[in-house]
């Protein structure tokens, strides 16, 4: 027997330990080189991790959920030959049991489990995990056979088990107990525990404004229609983070990240505006860069870009760090006002509400406008209240007066 210690690797960013999400092997089973072997969790982003060799996994360590440290073993391979070729040699015996039980069963048997690396997507693996779906009894519609979300949803492709399945065997049969657990790890549990710091530790001061974006609508409305075949359309989020850009360069106080550390506060010069957005493994708050350097059409595209990568759980690292200040909206659910938590280190984050059409009183006559409330917290160590109104203020002024978002500075 030849013995292969894989420990958890470095995965960079000063990282000293990595959060197990979910196994997919287990001891006893054969696998190949650069199979997925294990999903793992860092502050900074979801990682998987291959086999480095061929072999039969002797042991494993940790439960999802466990925290193991960089350096740590995670996996144990017998990498000689007689384990690497055990599975080729087990596979006419295999066929024999199976022909047998089909012989002896004149019912339909359900499809054959794939063999090797299931191809699709982290936040499948974990929707499926949840649901108690094998992976490997899915038909992938993808290409060169990839899972993709919808051959979940289909219940003939994921040949979903009985709800009852996520119920306890002794609890099945009393309906008091029709309950499940979902322990927090992952995605999850990182969320949980930056908001919590957040809260904990930052005084947050709200501030709610009233936008009369009737103008801005116009002007979206129009440059969408003269807009080039392939080019996307415009949301108010580019448009309000145009202006921003603007605003910043007069109230440099809340473009900030507060060392704590260190005990200093950090003022960037350039706007990396996080972007919260809503995916299957949670919030996850990608990073326009230079935004002040963009143009709106560049600002949307880029905004496309990194949304579609958070979803799909392809954003890099680097993609998901370094922001400034957070905008972040709830789009058609949007409501009337929000209290948007603070993304630390940054001290300030700016949340849109929904835009309805409303009646209101201009020069004295009721006439029905576009409106939207802008929901802003600030960190009240470091950013005043008169401070925190007056930036939401001369954001209005722009948004309320889209040109001035365009003049040159």
């Not at 649901?131 to 289909?154: E, K, M, Y």
């Amino acid at each position: 027997m030849n013995q292969y210690v894989f420990k958890m690797p470095d995965l960079g960013e000063g990282t000293v330990e990595a959060e197990i999400v979910a196994w997919h092997t287990k001891p006893g089973d054969a696998v190949t080189e650069d199979q997925l072997i294990v999903e793992v969790m860092t502050d900074k982003a979801a990682v998987e991790v291959p086999a480095p060799v061929s072999g039969r996994v002797l042991s494993i360590t940790g439960s999802p959920g466990d925290k193991i440290a960089v350096g740590s073993p995670l996996i144990v391979f017998d990498t000689g030959s007689e384990a690497t070729s055990a599975p080729a040699a087990a596979a006419p015996a295999a066929a024999t049991v199976q022909a047998a039980a089909s012989a002896s069963a004149p019912a339909a048997a359900p499809a054959a489990a794939r063999s090797g690396r299931v191809m699709t997507s982290p936040a499948n693996r974990r929707r499926a995990r949840e649901a108690g779906i094998d992976l490997a009894s899915v038909a992938g519609s993808g290409p060169g056979g990839r899972i993709l979300r919808g051959d979940l949803d289909d219940p003939a492709r994921a040949q979903a088990p009985a709800l009852a399945r996520s119920v306890p065997a002794t609890a099945r049969a009393d309906v008091s107990a029709e309950t499940s657990e979902i322990k927090v790890i992952g995605v999850r549990r990182v969320i949980a525990e930056r908001m919590s710091e957040a809260k904990r530790n930052i005084p947050h001061f709200a501030y709610v404004e009233e936008v009369d974006v009737t103008e801005l609508e116009a002007l979206r409305q129009h440059l969408n229609a003269a807009a080039p075949a392939g080019a996307g359309g415009l949301t108010y989020l580019p448009l309000i983070i145009a202006a921003l850009t603007r605003v910043l360069e007069s109230f440099p106080q809340c473009n900030v990240l507060y060392d704590a550390a260190r005990g200093v506060l950090v003022r960037h010069r350039a706007v990396h505006v996080g972007i919260a957005a809503q995916t299957p493994d949670g919030l996850k708050v990608p990073v326009v860069r230079n935004a002040q350097s963009r143009t709106v059409w560049d600002i949307a595209a880029e905004i496309r870009r990194l949304s579609e990568r958070a979803r799909t759980n392809k954003a890099t690292r680097d993609e998901l760090m370094g922001s400034t200040i957070t905008v972040t909206s709830l789009g058609k659910l949007g409501g009337i006002a929000s209290t948007p938590v603070i993304n630390a280190p940054e001290v300030a984050i700016i949340g849109l509400n929904k835009a309805v059409d409303r009646p209101v009183v201009r020069q004295g006559a009721v006439v029905v406008r576009r409106m939207m409330n802008l929901s802003s917290s600030f960190d009240h160590r470091f950013v005043d209240g008169y401070d925190a109104a007056a930036m939401i203020q001369a954001l209005k002024e722009h948004l309320e007066h889209p040109a001035t978002i365009f003049i040159p500075r």
